[in-house]
Every structure is written in structure tokens, then in C-alpha cells.
């Protein structure tokens, strides 16, 4: 038997959507996607970067939509794709003499341990190089990191000195002490459906340690929803 879904509310107040994927969203066009959301109160909307083959897809998209930005950038899972080939395109889109002002960020880039899709010494040489990009064009970054604490630690206390502006760790998982270290270095933590999980008390917990200034929502779509709108 289907489950009964709450009513989506409408809210009064401006929302960001500062994570979400629009290229894989297949309930419709990329317009009747975004005009549902617009009629809930979603004015802006970040969509990320995370492979080779979908860079050019955001790019367009931020074209394509006027209140639609981006990011650029290889997500772990896909470091060993990353090439001098990929950042020199990278580079191109977001060198300030060149970059649309829309694409906002280098990313969506990181750490993965729980899948190991990756290498990771290549995750780890992929996502300093990226870092480097978020250095040299002074642009803050989105930064994916799970089961990967320490290195993520270690890796961003070299960096963050060195950012001119720093981002934010999305869809945060980790606990409380790469939580402190990352505000205390400057970033932000998205927080989105995970926080509402049964199984997801260091999530809360985080929540409630961290200056509500410091947390960022996003949806992940289409990844993530939170309950009781899953299934």
C-alpha cells in the first residue's frame, strides 16, 4: 500500500537550495522541477558538479536558468578520472577573467572511505588538487568527506590557512570533532534528510553543538530525502 505523504508547506520566507544535483532529477524537466520548488519559496538554486561528463552539464544549466548557479568539480568516487585534461577545463570556466559569475565554487570534492570507489591516495592527490584550484581563484569550496576524518583534517589544516574563502563540508555525517575543527577554520556544514534518520544521532548532535550560522540546508535531490517524505 502506497504511503501516505505530507502536504509540502509553502513557506514565507527566501530559501536557498545550496546542494542538489538538477542533472539527475528525471520527475520532469529541468524548468517544471525548478518552478515546483519556486512555488514552495526555493529562489536560488546550487547545482552541483561531480564527474567528467557532467561539468558541461551545469555550466549549461546555469545558462539555461537565471536563478540557477554551479559549481566545478570531481567527486571522489570519480578521482581516478581526474586529469590534467579535467582541471585545465576547470581551470578554463573558473579563471576570474573568464568565469561566469554563476559558477560559485569548486566542487563537489572530498574524501569517500565507506565505498573506496577510488584509490585513496588518488582521492587524496585529486582533492588537493582541487583545493589548489579553490586557492589560486580565491573561491570557496563544497567538500564531500565520510569515513574520512583524519585525513580530511589533515589535508584542510594545510589548506585553509591558504582560502581566501572557504565553503562548506555537505551532507555532514562526521562527529563532533571535525565539526569543531571545520568552524573553527571558517566552514560551514550542510545538513540535509540524514539529520531526520532514526540512526543518525551524531548527526543531531552535531546540530545542536554548532552556531545555527554555521549550518547550511540542502536537499542532496535526488539523493537523501528526509523522513517522512522517503520511499
Not at 537550495?17 to 520532469?28: P, V
Request: charged share 25%.
Amino acid at each position: 500500500m502506497a504511503k501516505n505523504k505530507r502536504e509540502i508547506p509553502n513557506y514565507q520566507r527566501p530559501i536557498i537550495e545550496t546542494h542538489f544535483h538538477l542533472d539527475y532529477l528525471k520527475e520532469g524537466s529541468a524548468e517544471e522541477i525548478l518552478e515546483k520548488a519556486r512555488l514552495i519559496g526555493v529562489e536560488r538554486f546550487m547545482t552541483i558538479a561531480v564527474s567528467p561528463d557532467n561539468l558541461a552539464k551545469v555550466i549549461g544549466l546555469t545558462q539555461a536558468h537565471t536563478d540557477v548557479y554551479g559549481t566545478l568539480g570531481i567527486h571522489p568516487h570519480d578521482a581516478e578520472l581526474y586529469n590534467d585534461e579535467t582541471e585545465a577545463f576547470i581551470r578554463q570556466h573558473l579563471a576570474p577573467e573568464k568565469r561566469n559569475h554563476k559558477l560559485c565554487a569548486v566542487g563537489e570534492i572530498g574524501l569517500d572511505y565507506f565505498y573506496d570507489n577510488a584509490d585513496r591516495k588518488v582521492q587524496r592527490d585529486v582533492f588537493e588538487r582541487q583545493l589548489q584550484i579553490a586557492v589560486d581563484f580565491e573561491l570557496p569550496v563544497v567538500i564531500h568527506t565520510r569515513d574520512a576524518d583524519e585525513d580530511t583534517q589533515a589535508i584542510l589544516s594545510n589548506f585553509a590557512p591558504l582560502m581566501a574563502k572557504k565553503g562548506v563540508i555537505h551532507s555532514f555525517t562526521s562527529g563532533i570533532k571535525l565539526a569543531r575543527f571545520c568552524v573553527a577554520q571558517g566552514f560551514n556544514l550542510g545538513i540535509n534528510g540524514i539529520v531526520s534518520f532514526n540512526k543518525a544521532d551524531n548527526v543531531r548532535e552535531v546540530v545542536a553543538d554548532t552556531p545555527i550560522e554555521k549550518l547550511l540546508l540542502e536537499t542532496d535531490a535526488p539523493f537523501l530525502t528526509h523522513v517522512p517524505y522517503r520511499g
